[in-house]
Structure formats: C-alpha cells, structure tokens
C-alpha cells in the first residue's frame, strides 16, 4: 500500500508560480514511477507529467511542456511539480499518482493523493 499527500497548492496571480510536493509513503513507495494528473471543474482528469524511479525519464503533456517541471527525491520520497507562468486554464485539482511504470493513462496508476487545489487568477 502507497500513501500519497499533496501540498503546496493555493491562489495565484496569472504568470505566477507554484511548487507542488507530494509525500508518498508505504512499502515499497520510492520504487513507484510517480505522475502528476490534474481535473479542472466540468472536465475529465488529465496526464500533467510524470517520472520514473530513477528520474531519467520524464514526459510532460504537451500543454504545460516548458512551463512544468516534475522532479523526485527518493531520499525524501516526494515528488515535486514546479509550475510557472500559470495560466487560468491550469486552475484545477492536481492530483499525485503512483505506478510499476511511466505513462500518461491514469489507468495505469494504482495509488492517487486527495489532490490539492491550484487557481490561477487574471
């Protein structure tokens, strides 16, 4: 069993930044590729970015490519998503995940966090 935490989430002024952390804990737990989703009111959830054990692979939806940064310390076992230049349309509920490997499907992620909320303001 994984158990994941967010944080870091709040209001935030368009172009603004934020850093998200997720705390993963349980057996086994810094083995786990982690990803960030994200669901935003009326919508389906959607793939942010995720990375795999080691941190040298990392994908990143095209949509957040060159403003998101995911980044993992296995010392600490968190997983962090650097957001910058924020934009209305990132206001959501971003959720950490867990999963055997790196991918975009929520699918194929077994453990999930509450979420935190994120809102950009214009």
């Known amino acids: 069993q994984v158990q994941l935490v967010e944080s870091g989430g709040g209001l935030v002024q368009v172009g603004g930044s934020l850093r998200l952390s997720c705390a993963a804990s349980g057996r086994a737990s810094r083995a786990f590729v982690k990803g960030w989703f994200r669901q935003a009111p009326g919508k389906e959830r959607e793939f942010v970015a995720a990375?795999?054990?080691?941190?040298?692979?990392?994908n990143v939806a095209e949509a957040v490519k060159g403003r998101f940064a995911i980044s993992r310390d296995n010392a600490e076992n968190t997983v962090s998503l650097q957001m910058n230049d924020l934009k209305p349309e990132d206001t959501a509920v971003y959720y950490c995940?867990?999963?055997?490997?790196?991918?975009?499907?929520?699918?194929?992620?077994?453990?999930w966090g509450q979420g935190t909320q994120v809102t950009v303001s214009s």
């Open positions: 995940a867990a999963a055997t490997e790196i991918s975009e499907y929520e699918g194929s992620y077994k453990y």
């Open positions: 990375i795999s054990v080691s941190g040298n692979n990392i």
